[in-house]
């Protein structure tokens, strides 16, 4: 789901984590069907997808009789803390999820699972994605009196789903899914049912698992893994699992399409632990590292990740190059997000209050930094100046992705293009800026190549890769005419 | 507004506060067009009417572009304290609600003033009383695909209007109105204007003041003295009243009827220092007083109200009867509600926690109770015991209301018939049950002579009294089959 | 007690309580010993006192091997609201405090009871009252290796029991209580017993009462009656009483000297349905207004109290001039301490936040405003123009006691001598001030006849009233030097 | 300083942190004179050194007049966030203090550092170790009157200070520090000087550091790096340095003594970033890791650390070993506090919550685990399991130091003896009981290799080693009596 991008955006004060100059992944969704504690396990599950947005989350439970819900924001180990709210959502099938949103509003209102009584009953929802044609939906159902709760895209599925003439609920569903485009992976439940979408083209990751006689859907594997729950494979695209007394059932709502699953998953979104498509992460960016430490080797004597999540490319690196690995930043565990810097002369101390240079393993040293992705920059230069008053010789910064030059609309938290390093310099230049003795990225055949491909068809490529090539395969009505959005609600209120 | 009755009511603890067994008023609302500091102004509005409600409170101005909105539980002071908040709610016009409810769910879902994004444009809504066939209206509109936010029957308006095909907002909302029944009074708001609406039969209150070139409208002329606006009159039966840059109009939706405003405004709800229909609350109470001490007289020494709520009625029986008027009964001014009887042994402290008996004012007395109304009977029970515990002689209550033994289904919260006392004794077995050596209520004919009648005409009551006499003057459709209500939503979430 | 007057106040905001213009209790205290439920018991008749300090409250119970303390800042029915701190305050004795402080820091460590861990054993104390030599005395203690925790004059009670060379505690209080003076009712307990001790001049009250078999002692008679308990006798002027398990012990431990009980305590801070000295409270402000209506008669229509201390003298002088009493001026019952004026310009709603005038009992008409005292009269001024705006043809002021034209140094928190209007200004400049068409205050004869005297004995009085004379009948030996005193401590630290 | 071990500890929950079963340093200092915003740089030097105590945190800055305090419980960065906090802080010098306490009362009262207002003028403390003589000395103290505030063996000192006869406060204070036994690195603040005190056989660290002007101390030179200041040189053992206005002064209060350093801060307490007595301790663990594989090499096919601790260690390890080091077990690093795990049927998920076996890395394998220490041996079982269940063929582990068989009573938090898995079995019974296929230890004098010694010299060890040897340095007086330690305070009160 994504929010409403004209409403300000509030601050996020004085983060200093590496991780701010990143993409993000907007949301994790869960699913559990036939377990008598189901809440506790969809809370357990969204614990570990904590990593896919850690804004908000919500569960929403079924007891046979209510459909029983818990949504705030914040982290799930805060939320879901206390075992009386657990009690409350009381249910043998639960959905939850998790939500990450930098531009929309921070409000109760968009937080997930949505919920809406239907003349055919209770129905909730949850999302992974974007849709790519929900404000012209959305502008259509208004004027024929729906009322949108929310400014998310999501909503526009449940009024499709609620005005429409289909008798069964799965029929309903399946007209509303052929009239929306976008990247998704959906999680819904019904008085009889949990329902799980993966778009056509597969964009955004859902996997089926099993703990017992239950069955669960999650967007990574390790949401599996917390519970004990064995995995039995991905969600095909264009796969709609249904399950309910009976079991699973898979249903084809979708005309055929090309497979596109988002390459980024594998570079810097998923868990290392998860297992996507059948290959592991951390492998895949080991693998990511090593092919960077061929097409770009350089002499050195230490290779040191920028923390944490360029760790597995800098193994996988330093293993290539046969150069030594080493732990030259120290990440401080103990930095919550509400430090404030306390006083303006002390502004320059930058990403130090969460990472410190090792000086021992980077004085005198021709230094390689490996790390996943640069989007704007801004920490990579901070990075490098650590690095350098640490005493490094030279400064070597080796990136295990191409350069992201594009926005991403599926689903994906990216800056505005012109805010991208990549859109607007070449390799040198973002060399020159980050104060570098020299920059390279892995190229896109590389990365493809790391993926297991002889490289990237230019035809048919495997993956969705947008943000590197510009090239999206899902059309993008909302943004096709160039007048500025309509505004999508005129109300204003904070959480 | 109502909310759903078939959810269960969260305790109330053991708040011992003698308001706790009586009627009570379910809302305030208040509007204010043409004031910068509009929003400021209804936050000091709903304040002066925080006895209508203390549950929850909202605010929703516009500024021109956007409907700033804040709502939240609890009382209005603490909402609106911070000037923060304030400052986030700009705009020159603004509606406010304060919310009461007993019996529904505690949820953010259910605090006014209500929001929609309508193709027409914003529209935001508060409203004071019950729609009698809400229920009805609402499932042709979920059948149509309409998605409810909340269990108020309110909701049922805004849907009315977002589907209605009229081509004007003011056309849209007079059919909405056309097929609404119940007691309300609403106070609305467009991109463009500001809207009350009194209900055909004027049952709940709403006034009409100036505040320089502001018009203001409220539930209570309390509410216009605090910002130091002037009463202009009430707003009349029926009447819709339409606030813009033109100034004020008055429009009339509805065909004529009697007129019937809710006679327990003077009793009980309404602030002594509030005028309705021409009338002071507090002199009414005090002629009630005076009435009941010529109805029901007794030989006593002392004439004790039951605080705050008895104290003009027993100043007036104090100078009708010409028996000295003692407080007899002291409230202790520092509960809030969080206190907790700390041990099982002094559960039985009952009202003391609140109140203390003033032995010096009645030991070795005649003493007459006065009270507003009895309507479980429980706090007068504590009372007389606290009160034969300090030492009086003989106590005989009078009660400026005549027995309740009937719901009220027009926006009071009332228990359920089978729960009122009136309904199932007669004065002497009510006597006996609270321990009083008399026992005496008004008389309706009483009631209506001391509110300027001389009595109560039976074919055309003046006031509504369902609740003394049973006759409701507005149809119940909701209620008019036996089997039991359908359950509004399936969702159960707490704020 | 009393606290650090250098260290800055906290602002106490835009509080428009009608009490802050008022003289100010500055502790309440309570004890107990031989009861299950010793700290809930506590809690309750803390929470009776609540009108002697509101700033901060504690409770420390013996439970036979642990002190078992829980202090805090805020009100009773917050800090002792959950049955866990119940719980964990376990034993059979127990002793509390109120404090109010206006002038001192608002922390922690000045929360009472005190405690320290004696050589002979756990202590702990709690204090109504004011030292007038705790400066000289704590210099003197500090030059010895003492080291304070508080900026409270009670703790050098404790210092000095600490370093007693006398072999019992009681011995070592003894000695510790002929060193000290001032005024004081203190409760305090060992791991043997409770000890209760008024000062020799009995200034501050204090009350024995039974319940059960247990022995309670109190600042008020309100604090017996929340519990059920018997009131037994006011402890005497410079009596020491102990509770142990043989009963009731009563001690000498000073020389004879006049009683003299603070008569600010009839007027204003004590409990309407207290006793004190055998005389009810309620009934001594009733005899103080019918006085003042002998004292200074004047026509008028209406007597109205300023609420909600000026009501029992409203009601004696409206009996005794048989004019018509009338609540002519309404309180607002849900105003917390939290509420922020929104905007600038309403900042001169002033009192109206709070209270509003009931024009149906003023307009047109002669009124009598009858309130307990003066000390700044800026409240005044405010009730003034309110009843004024409300059509009062005139007001008369009435005030049931003296000019307050002195600073009390015996406990009770009073302005700066020049901040009192009767300071500098004779009567009639008082009415000019205060905008009244008349102004009269008792006399101090008329006030010592309603407490049943033939009038104040210049020679003999038999209360403190140094308030209204300036006659200080406790010597004030920190306050003899002209310069500046030191100040008490160089930590400054906020709760 | 170490707290009261006879009060009940509070219960830690269900975290599942791999760090539970760690010893634990019970306190981080940090001191800087001579810089304007001392009080700023202090709370980010109490954040570098967070690791060193997470239960509560303060601040005492001199501004010339006041010393400015805030203590509290909680992290540093939760304490010290707002910028009002800090503006209060004033002061050109400041000293702070990280608590960490699993035994005694996490109570507001041991929050440090510790201040009085003594003759000589305010005074104030911070300390990080455990004096072994403190009950007997307060013993004494208590005797003559001091009055404790505390629990914590840190206030010994300041009652010697306050009693001592000597003449300046330096002279007062090298009379306590004559009277006191144990470890400690002591911080403290006058009017006029800061001063800085490492024990005489500088078990605790202390370093000393400069910025500009201004000259700091702190426990770890990560201290120094986060705020930009330049290491100078390690205070040394039994060395007092004054910083004040004319600079750093060193002086030498003690006779003589063999320098003893905790050999347990390069195994495990000090951050990996910090340079102690000359050594990186990221460069001695990978030293360990690489001794540790030459001591005990097995065959395998990789090297996993236990993360986060075990990281330097292993990566040692494996470059000796030449077995390739693989991140085998994953973090979540948004895991909190508070997380309570849901339901009763999923406790057994043990560490998952917040790590989780990276499957691909461990699968048909033999491991080999390396981990800084075994204390209970709780959660090694649970990490043996979990790689067990990923598939692992061989499970070995290797621990980066000796067996810890005996506890610490120079201020490590560690468990009584008998809790300690080293103290009832030998390796070959712990490697069952964790169930691994094979499980090594370092030696110790592997260990001292490692450190840069030919082994220990059993004569003069270089190092602090009691809890591997037993061989304890400083005197236990407080623990030479069989006899059950008196109860330090009667008073129970939670924070």
């Known amino acids: 789901?994504?929010?409403?991008?004209?409403?300000?955006?509030?601050?996020?004060?004085?983060?200093?984590?590496?991780?701010?100059?990143k993409f993000h992944e907007e949301c994790g969704v869960f699913g559990i069907y036939g377990h008598e504690?189901?809440?506790?396990?969809?809370?357990?599950?969204?614990?570990?997808?904590?990593h896919r947005g850690q804004e908000a989350a919500g569960i929403v439970a079924f007891d046979g009789a209510h459909f029983n819900a818990h949504r705030d924001l914040g982290h799930v180990g805060d939320i879901f803390s206390s075992s009386e709210v657990i009690a409350r959502l009381a249910g043998h099938a639960a959905i939850g999820h998790n939500r990450y949103s930098t531009t929309g509003e921070t409000a109760l209102r968009n937080v997930q699972p949505l919920f809406a009584d239907l003349s055919c009953g209770g129905f909730t929802l949850a999302h992974n994605g974007n849709l790519t044609n929900a404000r012209e939906l959305r502008r259509v159902l208004v004027e024929k009196g729906a009322i949108f709760q929310s400014t998310m895209d999501t909503e526009v599925i449940i009024h499709l789903i609620a005005t429409s003439e289909a008798a069964s609920l799965i029929d309903r569903m399946t007209?509303?899914?052929?009239?929306?485009?976008?990247?998704?992976?959906?999680?819904?439940?019904?008085?009889?049912?949990?329902?799980?979408?993966?778009?056509?083209m597969g964009v955004r990751p859902l996997v089926l698992g099993r703990l017992g006689t239950a069955n669960v859907v999650a967007s990574e594997t390790c949401a599996l893994d917390i519970i004990g729950a064995e995995f039995v494979r991905d969600v095909e695209a264009g796969e709609m699992i249904v399950l309910d007394e009976s079991g699973v059932h898979s249903l084809r709502p979708f005309p055929p399409a090309p497979r596109r699953p988002c390459i980024f998953e594998y570079i810097y979104f998923a868990r290392p632990d998860s297992l996507m498509e059948g290959t592991s992460i951390y492998e895949a960016r080991k693998r990511?590292?090593?092919?960077?430490?061929?097409?770009?080797?350089?002499?050195?004597?230490?290779?040191?990740p920028v923390p944490d999540s360029g760790v597995p490319a800098a193994i996988g690196y330093a293993e290539q190059s046969q150069i030594p690995f080493e732990l030259g930043i120290i990440r401080n565990h103990y930095v919550g997000r509400t430090f404030i810097e306390p006083a303006q002369q002390i502004r320059n101390l930058g990403v130090r209050l969460k990472h410190n240079a090792n000086r021992n393993s980077i004085e005198g040293k021709r230094v390689i930094l490996v790390d996943d992705s640069i989007v704007r920059g801004t920490t990579?230069?901070?990075?490098?100046?650590?690095?350098?008053?640490?005493?490094?010789?030279?400064?070597?910064?080796?990136?295990?992705?191409?350069?992201?030059?594009?926005?991403?609309f599926y689903g994906i938290d990216t800056p505005e293009k012109q805010e991208l390093l990549a859109s607007s310099m070449d390799v040198a230049a973002m060399a020159g800026h980050i104060g570098v003795d020299s920059l390279a990225f892995i190229t896109i055949d590389g990365l493809?190549?790391?993926?297991?491909?002889?490289?990237?068809?230019?035809?048919?490529?495997?993956?969705?890769?947008?943000?590197?090539?510009?090239?999206?395969?899902?059309?993008?009505?909302?943004?096709?005419?160039?007048?500025?959005?309509?505004?999508?609600?005129?109300?204003?209120?904070?959480a």
């Open 288 to 304: 990511i590292g090593a092919e960077l430490a061929q097409e770009s080797a350089v002499a050195a004597e230490v290779v040191i």
């Open 1 to 21: 789901m994504t929010t409403n991008p004209l409403l300000p955006a509030q601050g996020s004060g004085l983060d200093q984590d590496l991780d701010d100059d």
């Open 380 to 408: 990579s230069i901070k990075i490098v100046e650590m690095v350098r008053a640490a005493g490094a010789q030279e400064v070597h910064m080796r990136i295990a992705a191409p350069p992201t030059a594009h926005s991403c």
């Open 37 to 50: 504690d189901a809440a506790a396990h969809t809370a357990l599950g969204l614990h570990a997808l904590q």
């Open 448 to 494: 493809y190549r790391a993926m297991g491909e002889s490289g990237r068809d230019a035809d048919a490529p495997k993956y969705c890769d947008a943000c590197f090539t510009g090239e999206y395969p899902i059309r993008l009505t909302d943004f096709e005419h160039s007048e500025a959005p309509a505004q999508l609600s005129l109300l204003a209120e904070r």
């Open 175 to 200: 007209s509303a899914l052929r009239q929306i485009e976008g990247a998704y992976s959906l999680v819904a439940m019904t008085e009889n049912c949990l329902i799980a979408v993966r778009d056509p």
